[in-house]
């Protein structure tokens, strides 16, 4: 195989969703397999919608994923995407070269006209919305005055055959497609010509995409054949459905990158679910990025539509949280909490301690976040059912006696704060639920933490000492109003 040289070209008119960020996952893989080369190309061509927002979103999005680009417009690596904005008068030379060449023209069809024309095809009178009036026509016939567009003769008999790496072949009838217009009445230059001129300029040699742009490629090819350029292999990935077998949307769940990581998933995570969607290697479910890169192939993906499964993409979020190393997961939790709870504890050295608590409890880093934060600020106030339930005044004493042990301790360590729970067990011919529950109320605020003897040692002496105090007047105050 000759150099690999692809791109992912989104357009920033919105979010990076799920099934760009998959395409550009599989460009990259497909890439770092073959030691190629990835390149990543805003196409920004639609003034009126594509926005800078957009674009920053994008690359947040791509960043975030780790999906790093080789080459920008200096050469100059990760810093600099190209910008078709950028190369217009690249695009401009090229519609010349084809006026010149006689492989394109100059369209004065009004507005009125065209709405006929495609009134026609509606109806299914013509098989094109557009019915080539101005093809054949020249200087001599060109009004004066008049806005133009610039069209691009296509073949009007035979087939395109797309010898498609994913869909197989696949053939269009020629007389089926339109002239497409290629530059705008203003000169700006229209999607379908730019792609070609950018993936002939940029040397791509594999264009792997959605299947719904497998129409462009037909009209992409003749654009190619006319220049007398060989097209590079393209490759039509299934779409994305949700679990209705409709096109995935809002109405599934989360559809930008954005949204699952707002969500509490890590990249690696949704790296994984969304390569494992039209991709396999045997029946392997978890990927090391290394493997990815390893074993990703082109073959191996699948020409029919994924399916999301949103509990999938949790249990996969499980099965990382428990197998990363707590040390690996501290930037994330430190960053998770910050966004979620604004609790700035990057430098808290408890961290590890508090994943390994929680990795086993948590579905995503989200959870992780909630489940944590009280290590690090005081409940404001009990649960009201909790309280009701679990602080009730037939425990003002074992608490008091609990809670008289554990400031008597020489040590806080789990086995000897352990053995003061014990004791009052044994004293008091109580179950262990019944002195924990009202200990964790203390530390917590609710019903829910991780061991209590293990959240004790982690949040650590004085401050377990301080909310089970406050927890042991508050007993006392119900016992004395009875």
């Known amino acids: 195989m000759d150099k690999v040289r692809v791109r992912f070209a989104p357009s920033p008119t919105g979010f990076l969703h799920i099934g760009g960020a998959r395409t550009a ?38 960043r975030w994923l780790g999906l790093d680009w080789d080459e920008g417009p200096d050469k ?56 080539r009036r101005w093809r054949d026509k020249g200087p001599a016939d060109w009004p004066a005055d008049q806005p133009y567009v610039i069209r691009f003769k296509m073949p009007t008999e035979g087939i ?12 269009f009838p020629n007389d089926e497609m339109e002239d497409i217009i290629i530059a705008r009445a203003d000169g700006s230059p229209i999607y379908n010509f730019c792609v070609v001129v950018d993936d002939h300029l940029m040397g791509i040699s ?22 007398g350029l060989t097209p590079p292999r393209f490759g039509h990935v299934g779409l994305i459905h949700g679990p209705d077998g409709k096109k995935y949307s809002k109405r599934h769940g989360a559809v930008a990158v954005t949204e699952w990581r707002d969500a509490g998933y890590l990249p690696q995570v949704l ?8 991709w396999a290697y045997g029946d392997q479910e978890i ?12 073959e191996a993906i699948s020409k029919s539509a994924s399916i999301v499964n949103p509990s ?25 909490l910050k966004r979620s709870h604004n609790l700035d504890v990057a430098d808290d050295p408890r961290l590890p301690a508090i994943i390994k608590e929680l990795n086993t409890r948590s579905k995503t880093m989200l959870d992780m976040a909630s489940g944590a934060v ?54 008091f011919e109580m179950k262990l639920g019944k002195i924990a529950q009202p200990v964790r109320i203390a530390i917590t605020g609710t019903t829910v933490s991780p061991g209590i003897f293990e959240s004790l040692v982690i949040l650590g002496r004085d401050e377990s000492l301080v909310r089970i105090e406050k927890m042991v007047k508050h007993i006392a105050a119900k016992a004395t109003e009875k």
């Open 25 to 62: 996952l599989f460009n990259w893989l497909f890439a770092r397999h073959n030691k190629g080369e990835f390149i990543l190309r805003i196409e920004d061509t639609d003034t009126e919608r594509s926005t800078d927002e957009a674009t920053n979103v994008i690359l947040d999005g791509m």
């Open 76 to 131: 100059g690596g990760p810093n600099g995407p190209y910008f078709q904005s950028q190369r217009t008068p690249i695009y401009r030379q090229w519609v010349q070269k084809a006026l010149d060449a006689g492989l394109a023209y100059r369209c004065y069809a009004t507005k009125e006209e065209l709405e006929a024309m495609r009134e026609l095809k509606m109806s299914g009178q013509t098989k094109t919305a557009y019915d």
């Open 160 to 171: 395109c055959v797309v010898e498609d790496m994913i869909q197989g072949h696949v053939e």
């Open 206 to 227: 594999h264009v792997v995409r959605g299947v719904d742009h497998l129409n462009n490629t037909a009209l992409q090819i003749h654009i190619y054949k006319a220049f």
């Open 271 to 278: 790296r994984n679910y969304l390569v494992r969607l039209g």
């Open 287 to 298: 990927f090391t990025l290394e493997e990815m890169i390893e074993h990703f192939t082109i």
């Open 312 to 336: 999938k993409m949790e249990w996969l979020s499980q099965q990382y949280l428990q197998s990363t190393p707590p040390a690996e997961l501290v930037p994330a939790l430190a960053a998770e």
């Open 374 to 427: 009280f290590f690090f600020a005081r409940p404001a106030a009990y649960d009201e059912k909790a309280d009701a339930k679990f602080l009730t005044s037939d425990l003002a004493e074992p608490v008091k006696f609990i809670f008289d042990g554990l400031s008597a301790l020489p040590e806080w360590k789990e086995e000897s704060i352990q053995k003061v729970f014990e004791d009052t067990m044994a004293k």
